[in-house]
Nanobody
Framework: QVQFVESGGGLVQAGGSLRLSCVASGFAFSAYVMGWYRQAPGKQRELVAFINTGTATTYSAFVQGRFTISRDSAKNTVYLQMNSLKPEDTAVYYC????????WGQGTQVTVST
């Protein structure tokens, strides 16, 4: 069955960096557009960035220039390098295909302190 296992989150000070990883299984990873999403407390889940089956990437305005998405199809893994983190980036981060499957992993918590 479809599985997403996210990791790499943590507590970081504003201006710091984190690198998230997501290992996917149960579907033909290399054939899908992959995305990172996030959900902050009390807010709806939102799309952060996505990468097509090659290397073309798209970013939401609120992370443009700070975050970089990449993928390694040999490892069924998608990454999110997050630099210049801000307190408003605090959220649980998830990966999924785009458009998303109904199934979601547990996500990884990112907390950015002031």
């Amino acid at each position: 069955q479809v599985q997403f296992v996210e990791s790499g989150g943590g507590l970081v000070q504003a201006g710091g960096s984190l690198r998230l990883s997501c290992v996917a299984s149960g579907f033909a990873f290399s054939a899908y557009v992959m995305g990172w999403y996030r959900q902050a407390p009390g807010k709806q889940r939102e799309l952060v960035a996505f990468i097509n089956t090659g290397t073309a990437t798209t970013y939401s305005a609120f992370v443009q220039g700070r975050f970089t998405i990449s993928r390694d199809s040999a490892k069924n893994t998608v990454y999110l390098q997050m630099n210049s983190l801000k307190p408003e980036d605090t959220a649980v981060y998830y990966c999924n295909v785009r458009p998303a499957f109904n199934y979601w992993g547990q996500g990884t918590q990112v907390t950015v302190s002031t």
